[in-house]
């Protein structure tokens, strides 16, 4: 057959700083498919949704990947991939898919409403993989985007069709006779160098690739018992796992009962052991990594020092996939594998006991994070929690799932604050407590937490009613249980709620109140630095310039000691509010670039805007009032994925109103608001960039410091503890 004449480009041509994009390295060559590829281009010129349909394993991920890479310059928005296969709630949908997009919303908005306003204006094409198990949520979703973002083009990839007026289907069928021997043979010299295609061996591996059915996972299976086998010896095992494994599912599909061999068959030639934790590790979402694997997995039937060789089989034989990333080595395995596995698992009725073990281990790891978030590995927690999050979600499921263990969700979910928080994932958060919370619990310490981390999610929010809902039931029942701690939070994020809406009076009081608490607790951590922090917004705004530098003086303080930057960045801008207010702009710059380093290396949108709100004052006053005016609409832009802008606070909003009133004066209106269009097609990573780049004199000035380098920690920290919580200041 005549191959089309129409010809794809490159993906390997010279990079573009300007694409956009979250799509997957390739780790090994993309083999044959080309006919495949070129139909599928042509599909999305015609239609902006193709949903490209196969069996577990014929390669539409990849398939779906690559294309997604080579189109990837037609769309000036950029290409997204959504990976669904972990998601298992439909609630979670709209979370995945502004996970893919790179969205951050800490509003009490639906989600699907901030995915709809992000994509309305856009020209993007938008990946979305493994729905199968999400199909209707999933097309509901799918057809409200394309017809509120005209410059949306969907690739959906899974098992079935999303059966949407428009759509396209393209069946990926397997790879033919000719590219099933190419992938066989590269993925054969891999595991072993010396192995060559020869008139030998030729018609052995054209029978071998043709009994596996053309599916690429069956051939990079097969191609893996090379380490062992000839392809001879290979292709007699086969024929018998055939006919042991098809005849026990006549009414499975044939695709379905050709891969279930080849996995099946690859199971069978695993050793006992290598069984055994392949089915185990069929509990894990996503990622996981060694520490977890020999916790969870291990008994007396699989030895926890005897785990890391048996792993190591597994990966020998591509079962269990190995990942590099900056959180070290880590693992994963395919769906259709560890579906696989899970079946197996049922089979031996263990399932409960290793999900049991699975949730209790990710209860601890949790519990670590929260610890160590306040300390120099910060950054390594956020990444850390944000890497185990699909394992985490499915914590919380199972404690949701098992009666009488609702309490441990809520503990799971409470634990979280500084993912929810800290690392910019409040609508998520939001989700999970309002959840558990459903849930009727007694008014016990997991419980209470859950309620004042949902207080504090809400205050952030702009969802007042919310927010005070929550606090005072809290307060309320916690003062019922004589539980001060839990009190104390609840205090705390009341005084929060009450600086934001421009009760100063009441902040003081309550702030002063909570921080009398903590400290009779003997409580130090991130939350305790914030209560001060924001105690000294409160002394700030009411004029007491002094007052509140030397409360965030202190905090910065146990910062460096501590090695904390998450409430550092507020402290500095503090810091740079109360330098500005002195006539200090070039140290309120210098401060405000530390603190917005910091919250962009946390995703952090809150602190982001704050710091671009009152930089682009600082800006205006050096005199660049049309740079000034970028930044204000860069501050914009990010605004509705945090809240109400500025709170709605008269106090919050000073520096923004100062700002535009010189802006204005200086620009005219016309060119004022050309500014702020200028600003606002800046993503917030641009925006960033852009922010710490610019000086009093020259857009491109470098800060003196590296942003984010966090400082040594001094020797004597903890001979300093709670030096800052003060009887006269409190």
Not at 590 to 608: M, P, V
Request: proline share 5%; aromatic share 6%.
């Amino acid at each position: 057959m005549r191959r089309p004449q129409r010809t794809l480009p490159s993906p390997h041509g010279p990079s573009d700083s300007t694409t956009l994009g979250n799509l997957p390295a390739e780790l090994n060559r993309f083999v044959g498919r080309e006919n495949e590829l070129v139909r599928l281009a042509q599909l999305l010129d015609d239609s902006r949704l193709v949903t490209m349909i196969g069996v577990g394993g014929v390669g539409k991920t990849r398939c779906a990947a690559r294309i997604a890479a080579l189109l990837e310059k037609r769309y000036c928005d950029g290409v997204r991939m959504a990976e669904l296969s972990d998601i298992h709630d439909p609630e979670l949908l709209e979370h995945a898919l502004g996970d893919a997009l790179g969205l951050t919303d800490h509003t009490s908005r639906p989600p699907r409403t901030t995915l709809v306003e992000h994509l309305a204006a856009r020209r993007l094409l938008l990946v979305v993989d493994g729905f199968e198990h999400l199909v209707d949520a999933c097309a509901g979703l799918v057809r409200e985007l394309l017809r509120r973002a005209p410059g949306l083009r969907v690739l959906a990839v899974g098992r079935l069709p999303l059966e949407l007026d428009g759509e396209l289907v393209f069946p990926l069928a397997p790879m033919t006779d000719e590219d099933a021997m190419l992938l066989f043979t590269e993925r054969a010299v891999a595991v072993r160098p010396d192995f060559r295609l020869t008139d030998d061996n030729r018609a052995t591996t054209r029978e071998l690739c043709r009994r596996l059915d053309g599916i690429p996972l069956a051939l990079e299976l097969a191609a893996g018992r090379l380490r062992a086998l000839s392809t001879e010896q290979v292709l007699q095992r086969l024929d018998d796992r055939f006919r042991l494994l098809t005849g026990s599912s006549r009414s499975a599909p044939a695709r379905h009962q050709t891969l279930r061999t080849a996995i099946g068959w690859s199971h069978e030639l695993c050793a006992p052991e290598q069984r055994l934790l392949w089915a185990r590790l069929s509990v894990f979402a996503g990622q996981f990594d060694l520490e977890a694997v020999e916790y969870i997995c291990s008994g007396t039937d699989l030895p926890a020092e005897s785990v890391l060789d048996v792993l190591s089989g597994l990966l020998a034989q591509s079962v269990v996939l190995r990942e590099d990333s900056a959180q070290g080595t880590r693992y994963r395995m395919l769906d259709t594998v560890r579906e696989y596995g899970a079946e197996w698992l049922a089979a031996t009725d263990d399932t409960d006991r290793l999900r049991r073990r699975h949730r209790d281990w990710y209860l601890g790891l949790a519990t670590w994070c929260e610890l160590d978030w306040f300390s120099p590995r910060q950054a390594e927690v956020a990444a850390r929690a944000e890497s185990e999050l699909p394992n985490l979600r499915r914590a919380m499921e199972y404690s949701l799932e098992i009666p009488g263990e609702a309490h441990l969700a809520q503990y799971l979910a409470g634990t979280l604050w500084f993912l929810w928080v800290g690392c910019g994932r409040l609508s998520e958060g939001r989700h999970w407590l309002d959840h558990v919370l459903e849930e009727e619990t007694p008014y016990d310490s997991s419980r209470l937490k859950a309620l004042w981390v949902l207080g504090y999610v809400a205050v952030l929010q702009g969802d007042p009613v919310g927010a005070v809902c929550a606090l005072q039931e809290c307060r309320d029942e916690a003062e019922r249980a004589d539980d001060s701690t839990a009190l104390a939070y609840a205090v705390h994020r009341m005084g929060c709620l009450a600086l934001v809406t421009d009760d100063m009076a009441r902040a003081q009081e309550l702030l002063g109140d909570a921080l009398r608490r903590y400290r009779e607790l003997g409580e130090l951590n991130s939350n305790v630095l914030m209560a001060q922090i924001e105690l000294s917004m409160a002394v700030g705004f009411h004029g007491d310039l002094d007052g509140a530098a030397a409360i965030c003086e202190e905090v910065r303080e146990i910062c460096e000691d501590r090695g904390e930057r998450w409430a550092l960045s507020y402290a500095l801008y503090v810091l740079a509010f109360a330098a500005l207010q002195r006539d200090r702009p070039e140290r309120a710059r210098d401060l405000l670039r530390q603190s917005l380093a910091i919250s962009h290396t946390f995703h952090d949108l809150l602190g982001s805007a704050l710091a671009l709100e009152l930089l682009a004052l600082v800006t205006a006053i050096e005199g660049d009032a049309a740079e000034a005016a970028v930044l204000q609409g860069a501050a914009d832009r990010i605004w509705p994925s945090v809240g109400l802008p500025l709170f709605g606070s008269a106090h919050y909003g000073q520096p923004r109103a100062r700002c535009e009133e010189l802006a204005r004066k200086e620009l005219g209106d016309a060119r004022y608001e050309s500014g702020l269009c200028t600003g606002g097609l800046l993503d917030p990573d641009a925006a960033v960039a852009r922010a710490l780049a610019s000086g009093p004199a020259d857009h491109r000035e470098t800060p003196e410091r590296r942003p984010g380098t966090p400082p040594g920690p001094r020797e004597n920290a903890e001979a300093r503890r709670l030096p800052y919580i003060r009887e006269g200041r409190a």
